[in-house]
């Protein structure tokens, strides 16, 4: 089946620095996703892109869908401690007619204050 | 709207016993899905469904079964529970045209 890799696996950093993390595939997708979850909860959507090339930015969050649509990227900015959590990189495929998510395995990030 | 919902929060089996974990969702979504999340691991998708009385098999569907007798309802049952099953399942929606899936706040489940 389809599978992403998602580095880093988990990321111990500074309060107020940039965190950047990718997702690759050997499969191509037509929408990348990516996804925060907090501890106990559901994830939560953060940035969805649908063009390969296109760079999107949700507050301090960008996300870059890649040009063979194989792989993205997600870059915090000056992190604050509401940042933790884990993050899921997520590639959409289309079957007939339903839409399915294929999940990387998350980065878990730790803020040090 | 109380969103997606799934009861209960945490439940321990027994090898053998079944039950039926419970997700009900108030937006008017098509689309509901089943994942589990396994420690360390992404999400992987068991059943889904594309509207009332259509459902179908995801990725790791075997040990399970889904029922979509109403829009708003999708339960997934567990007939013999194994600790292979032990895991985190979280309950999705999405609406048709729209491309964000809602997800509950998750039952986690422990199988003894």
């Known amino acids: 089946g389809q599978q992403l890799n998602q580095s880093p696996q988990s990321m111990f950093i500074q309060e107020g620095e940039d965190v950047s993390m990718n997702c690759t595939s050997s499969?191509?997708?037509?929408?990348w996703l990516w996804y925060k979850q907090d501890p106990g909860e559901g994830p939560v959507l953060l940035i969805a892109?649908?063009?390969?090339?296109e760079l999107t930015s949700n507050g301090r969050l960008t996300a870059q869908f890649g040009i063979t649509r194989k792989d993205s990227f997600l870059n915090i900015s000056a992190s604050i401690p509401s940042d933790v959590g884990i993050y899921f990189c997520?590639?959409?495929?289309?079957?007939?007619?339903?839409?399915?998510?294929?999940f990387g395995q998350g980065t878990r990030l730790t803020i040090n204050p | 709207n109380a969103g997606v919902t799934q009861t209960p929060k945490f439940r321990i089996l027994k090898i053998g016993q079944s039950m039926t974990l419970q997700c009900a969702q108030d937006?008017?979504?098509?689309?509901m899905y089943w994942y589990r999340q396994d420690p360390g691991m992404g999400l992987k998708l068991i059943y889904y469904s594309v509207g009332a009385g259509i459902t179908d098999k995801g990725e790791v569907p075997n040990g399970y079964n889904v029922s979509r007798s109403t829009t708003e309802d999708f339960p997934l049952r567990l007939e013999l529970a194994a600790p292979s099953q032990t895991s985190v399942y979280f309950c999705?929606?999405?609406?048709?045209?729209?491309?964000?899936?809602?997800f509950g706040p998750g039952t986690r489940l422990t199988v003894l």
């Open positions: 997520a590639g959409r495929v289309e079957v007939q007619g339903a839409q399915k998510l294929v």
């Open positions: 937006m008017n979504h098509n689309y």
């Open positions: 999705a929606g999405r609406q048709g045209g729209r491309n964000e899936q809602f």
């Open positions: 499969s191509i997708f037509n929408t």
């Open positions: 892109l649908y063009k390969a090339g």
